[in-house]
């Protein structure tokens, strides 16, 4: 085993943990392509030919360009249904069976502001991000769930107490 010492032991040794954070997010993973890219060019290449140098490489950077490309366009704009540099607001609530209060899990709760539905938690509790600008304005929960007839519950955030949606089962047809 090698001993790593002089001035580069400390950034040697966060390497790990710099990929690590780089790694969990899209843009993290362009960067680190892009290192790999340029350590696989150099040492693969540095021999080669211009002829084949200059090929090999471009193909290379365009997936690279190709990937940032996919993930820009993939993380354009908001990804949950509000203007970037907009602040959000939490709605809370709970789904529950309409005849016998008890909770209903896994019923989807999608909600005017928020492009990304939730699923309610095994208690029936859900929590929704929405505009902050809605404060004050009604807001239309979509509930549905699987052998329950759907529901447009409207509320007016905020709401402090949460919000309780009873849905009622489906009449077999």
Do not use: C
């Amino acid at each position: 085993m090698v001993a790593i010492s002089g001035p580069y032991d400390e950034a040697v040794k966060t390497v790990p943990e710099i990929i690590k954070q780089a790694s969990s997010s899209p843009l993290g993973i362009l960067a680190l392509m892009l290192i790999i890219l340029g350590i696989l060019a150099y040492v693969f290449l540095k021999n080669a030919p211009v002829s084949v140098r200059v090929p090999i490489f471009i193909a290379m950077l365009a997936g690279v360009v190709l990937y940032g490309v996919a993930i820009t366009r993939a993380h354009s704009g908001p990804s949950d249904g509000v203007p970037p540099g907009e602040t959000q607001m939490t709605v809370d609530g709970t789904v529950v069976d309409a005849g016998d209060n008890s909770p209903i899990p896994q019923a989807e709760i999608r909600a005017t502001g928020s492009a990304a539905p939730v699923a309610s938690n095994s208690d029936g509790s859900f929590h929704i991000q929405i505009s902050s600008a809605l404060s004050g304005h009604l807001v239309n929960l979509r509930v549905s769930k699987d052998g329950y007839a759907p529901i447009t519950w409207q509320i007016t955030p905020p709401v402090p107490l949460g919000v309780t949606v009873p849905l009622s089962k489906s009449k077999p047809h």
